[in-house]
C-alpha cells in the first residue's frame, strides 16, 4: 500500500541553524501539507502546497519557514534558523486532488521527524 | 475560533467491551470529520471520514456517527481488544480550506 515517507527520523540541530525536513507524498496525491506535534499537545497544521504554491498557510508558518517541491518526488520543509520552541514531530501529509474538487479530504499521514533544537 | 474537545484525556476499558469516544466542537460546523489513530512516536493514521450530510459510517468494528444539531460525533469500537489501545484523534475539515483542526486526543486502553 502506498505511504507517505519522511527522513530523517531524527533531527538534532543548534539553535539559529538551518534544517531542512524531506517528505515523499504518495505518489498521485496532488495536496501537500505539514503539520507538527510539540510533545503533549496536539497536531497543528503550518502549511498546505498545491501546484507549485502555498495554498493555505497558518500564523505559524512565519518568515523563518518555508517549502519547495524541488523535483516530481520530493516535498521539503526548511526552517532557516532554528529556536528552541521549534522542538516538535513534524508531519507530512499528503492528498488526492481532482478537477471537481481541488483537494481530496482524507489527509494520509508521513511517520514524522523528531526535530530537536538545543 | 473553533474548539474541538474530546471527552477525556484517557478511557480504560475491559477487553470485549465497546468503547466510545465523544468529540465535540463549538461554533462553526465542519464540511466533513475525520477520526485517526496515533501510536506514541508515531504520525496519524487515518480511519473513518464523515460529511455533514452523513448520520452514521461503518467499517469492521468501527463506526462513526455525526450530530450537527449537537455538534458532536462519537466513534465506536466494538468488540474492543488490547491491540486497540491508542490515541485517538478528532479532526474537523471545511470546504473553505484545505487544513484539518485537530482535537487534543483521547488515550485509550484496553485491558485484557
Known amino acids: 500500500e502506498p505511504e507517505v515517507t519522511q527522513t530523517p527520523s531524527h533531527q538534532v540541530t543548534q539553535m539559529g541553524q538551518e534544517v531542512i525536513l524531506r517528505c515523499v507524498p504518495i505518489s498521485n496525491h496532488l495536496y501537500f501539507y505539514w503539520y507538527r506535534q510539540i510533545l503533549g499537545q496536539k497536531v497543528e497544521f503550518l502549511v498546505s502546497?498545491?501546484?507549485?504554491?502555498?495554498?493555505?498557510k497558518s500564523e505559524i508558518f512565519d518568515d523563518q519557514f518555508s517549502v519547495e517541491r524541488p523535483d516530481g518526488s520530493n516535498f521539503t520543509l526548511k526552517i532557516r534558523s532554528t529556536k528552541l520552541e521549534d522542538s516538535a514531530m513534524y508531519f507530512c501529509a499528503s492528498s488526492e486532488g481532482t478537477a471537481r474538487r481541488s483537494y481530496q479530504e482524507t489527509q494520509y499521514f508521513g511517520p514524522g521527524t523528531r526535530l530537536l533544537v538545543l | 475560533s473553533q474548539k474541538i474537545e474530546q471527552n477525556s484525556e484517557a478511557l480504560n476499558i475491559q477487553e470485549g467491551k465497546t468503547a466510545t469516544l465523544t468529540c465535540n466542537y463549538t461554533?462553526?460546523?465542519?464540511?466533513?470529520l475525520q477520526w485517526y489513530r496515533q501510536d506514541p512516536g508515531r504520525g496519524p493514521v487515518f480511519l473513518l471520514l464523515?460529511?455533514?450530510?452523513?448520520k452514521e459510517k461503518r467499517k469492521e468494528r468501527l463506526k462513526v456517527t455525526f450530530d450537527t444539531t449537537l455538534k458532536q460525533s462519537l466513534f465506536h469500537i466494538t468488540a474492543s481488544q488490547p491491540a486497540d489501545s491508542a490515541t485517538y484523534l478528532c479532526a474537523l475539515g471545511y470546504s473553505s480550506a484545505s487544513k484539518i483542526i485537530f482535537g487534543s486526543g483521547t488515550r485509550l486502553s484496553i485491558r485484557p
Open positions: 461554533n462553526y460546523s465542519p464540511a466533513y
Open positions: 502546497f498545491y501546484n507549485n504554491e502555498i495554498s493555505e
Open positions: 464523515i460529511r455533514e450530510n452523513e
